[in-house]
C-alpha cells in the first residue's frame, strides 16, 4: 500500500525501533506509547484491519498472539505464576478494528502493553 505508514516501516522507508523481525511479522516500539511498555506487532502482510482477514490468515493471527508474551517478557512484562500460587507481571493486548473501535492506522496491529498496573 503506497500511503500505509506500516508498510513504509516494514519496507524500511520509515526508521522504528525494531524489536522483533522475520518473514511474515515485524514489532516495534509504539511512537507515542501509553505506558512504560508500549509495541506493536504487524503482520508484514498488508491487512486492512482484523475484519478484513481471512480463515488463510488465521495462522498467521497465531503467530501474532504466539508472539506477544515472549515479547512482552523481554521487555520485562512476563506474566509469572508464582509456586506458592500468586501471581505477578503481565500485559495488555489491544487490536482495534474500525473506526468506533479506536482503528487509527488501517493495517492490522496488535498493541502490547505493560509496565505499570494498567
Known amino acids: ?3 500505509c505508514i506500516f508498510c513504509k516501516i516494514v519496507a524500511k522507508q520509515i526508521p522504528a525501533t525494531v524489536l522483533y ?3 511474515e511479522l515485524m514489532a516495534f516500539n509504539d511512537i507515542n506509547p501509553a505506558a512504560p511498555v508500549h509495541f506493536l506487532i504487524i503482520p508484514k502482510k498488508h ?3 482484523l ?3 481471512k480463515a488463510e490468515d488465521a495462522i498467521l493471527l497465531g ?3 504466539e508472539l506477544a508474551p515472549k515479547l ?3 521487555q520485562g512484562c ?3 505464576e508464582h509456586a506458592d500460587g500468586s501471581k ?3 500485559f495488555k493486548t489491544v487490536v482495534n478494528t474500525g473506526p468506533n473501535g479506536g482503528q487509527i492506522v488501517y493495517h492490522l496491529h496488535m498493541h502490547v502493553i505493560g509496565g505499570a498496573k494498567l
Open 72 to 74: 512482552a517478557a523481554q
Open 47 to 49: 491487512l486492512s484491519s
Open 88 to 90: 505477578s507481571g503481565g
Open 78 to 80: 512476563a506474566y509469572v
Open 21 to 23: 523481525e522475520d518473514d
Open 1 to 3: 500500500m503506497d500511503n
Open 51 to 53: 475484519a478484513d482477514a
Open 63 to 65: 503467530k501474532m498472539l
